[in-house]
């Protein structure tokens, strides 16, 4: 496009690239069209360029988290390599949606480091930490209940936004061309998740499973390079249970998202985690690839109890 044509459109040429990566592939999302997903995903990002191209490794170090007294979190360590999906697993109260917390910027840490793309995390506040590219879905589900399914898809949307709040009441002609843009991307992203025939719904209507992959779509609307999944198929049947992890499978494939992951349900575990790490009482007890980590005493007692340990052999009186 030419300066001249840019002019007459009132888009800046900065604005002109940023939009045009946004608005590629709004056809659908047919396996053969899934590249161009990725493609814009690149685009739209809105991070600083320096912080851009460091690569999308999460690095946690020490991480301590401290409330009144009570170590919820202590001397955490693990990566999250590019592109991977890392699993957090352990019992209740093990420190998993504490970590998440701290991660999105919700709560502070006491201590340690996190680290992403160059940044560090752990000072920095949560809309700071999204503009980085992080977005997370949570374990309660967490829409406006009386929005369409589609307005709760913009809300994910708002950081990539650059029609300012007087434009954006008057419905200036750059404002609605924005709008229009952003809408066609959310309607692409509900197709990529399986939740674009609910689009004009009230999600508060929708069945729960749709519920919870319209909240994975909104997470996804952030155009994220690193996805922080609290527990995304909590509550759901097995057919559910299945599509939600076929979608997450894909996200990761074709989109080439981070992923990290907290979830019970061991078997949906195994079957999408590169990378697991146990927590226990706040303490990392174990780490590294799926199976091994399932077969680690440690594990196996911190889930069964020490009752599950194999009996060492007695040698007490009375034994021959």
Not at 58 to 85: E, H, K, Q
Request: net charge neutral.
């Amino acid at each position: 496009m030419s300066e001249a044509n840019r002019g007459a459109r009132g888009v800046a040429p900065s604005q002109e690239t940023e939009l045009s990566e946004a608005n590629r592939g709004t056809r659908g999302v047919a396996p053969s069209q899934e590249t161009e997903l990725s493609e814009a995903n690149r685009g739209t990002r809105g991070v600083d360029p320096s912080q851009e191209a460091e690569p999308g490794e999460l690095v946690v170090s020490g991480l301590t988290v401290r409330f009144a007294g009570l170590t919820a979190l202590d001397d955490v360590d693990f990566t999250v390599a590019p592109g991977s999906v890392h699993a957090i697993i352990g019992p209740n109260g093990a420190g998993k949606s504490t970590c998440f917390n701290v991660l999105s910027g919700v709560y502070r840490a006491s201590g340690g480091s996190v680290r992403f793309g160059g940044a560090e995390l752990t000072s920095l506040p949560p809309h700071r930490i999204a503009a980085l590219g992080v977005a997370r879905t949570f374990q309660n589900i967490a829409l406006s209940r009386h929005q369409t399914a589609e307005d709760n898809l913009m809300l994910g949307r708002h950081r990539l936004t650059r029609a300012g709040f007087a434009s954006a009441g008057l419905r200036t002609p750059w404002a609605r061309r924005e709008d229009a843009r952003h809408r066609a991307r959310v309607r692409e992203i509900a197709r990529f998740v399986g939740v674009d025939e609910h689009l004009a719904a009230p999600a508060g209507t929708l069945p729960y499973g749709v519920q919870k992959r319209l909240e994975l779509a909104r997470a996804l609307a952030m155009e994220p390079r690193l996805l922080l999944l609290d527990e995304p198929v909590a509550g759901m049947n097995g057919g559910e249970r299945r599509r939600m992890a076929e979608v997450i499978a894909r996200a990761r494939a074709d989109l080439g998202l981070s992923i990290l992951l907290v979830e019970h349900d061991m078997g949906m575990v195994m079957r999408l985690a590169d990378e697991v790490t146990v927590l226990d009482f706040g303490k990392r007890i174990a780490g590294g690839e799926p199976e091994r980590v399932q077969r680690d005493p440690a594990v196996i007692r911190a889930y069964l109890g020490a009752a599950h340990e194999p009996a060492a052999p007695s040698h007490g009186e009375g034994n021959p």
